[in-house]
């Protein structure tokens, strides 16, 4: 059974709170585990938690004008979203799905605004999480815009290596829709990075070399 508590104190957001002041919040959430490609909430539904990932990974995607899904964000241990509508009723501004096994807390959102109103702080760090994301969904639209396939995947990477680790648990396909480029050019500029000793291309994940963002 994790330590929810001590996750919590763990994270920035939650920092300085005391056992007291956690322990009704943490009483009002409940523990979700999914599975290998369950969905958690569809773009659109109805918001009615906010959650804090404890282990594994979330993807976050959207669907195109054309219908098509594409990958936006992806979330690692210790991560809290939605990220945007932390201040209204606004829906879900995305599909959230499970890679490999997940385990999160879900946080109703009455007890989630009852502790910003109880804790004003926590607003200013709404407002910091939320400014980093807006600040990697720019760059990350800058790098479409204007970079090659090759800069994008790296600066990508970069950025997963930030919250996963050297390890990252992603598909070719799932690289590809994040950059936007196919799996079949993810694949080549991958098996030249493995040919250069930078990374070690695993049939379900990808291990990069510890100076591979030098």
Known sequence: ???????????????GLSNEELSPIIEMSTVKKLKDKEV?????????????????TILISKLTETGEESLINVLGEGEIFPHSGFFDQSPYPGTAKA????????????AFNHLIKTHPELSFR?????????????KKLNEIL???????????????????????????????NIIGSTR????????KWEGEQLVEVKKDRIIIKTDFMI
């Open 126 to 138: 709404i407002i910091q999480v939320m400014n980093k994301k807006i600040v990697f969904l720019q």
């Open 1 to 15: 059974m994790k330590n929810w508590k001590k996750h919590l104190k763990e994270m920035s957001f939650f920092e």
């Open 40 to 56: 958690l909430f569809w773009e659109g539904d109805p918001r009615t938690s906010i959650y804090v990932l404890g282990e594994g």
């Open 184 to 191: 079949e050019t993810v694949s080549r500029q991958l098996k």
């Open 146 to 176: 204007s970079l090659n396939v090759e800069a994008r995947l790296k600066g990508a990477i970069a950025h997963l290596q930030e919250t996963q680790g050297n390890t990252i648990r992603l598909t070719h396909q799932e690289l590809g």
């Open 99 to 110: 890679k490999k096994d997940v385990v999160l807390l879900s946080i109703p959102i009455d």
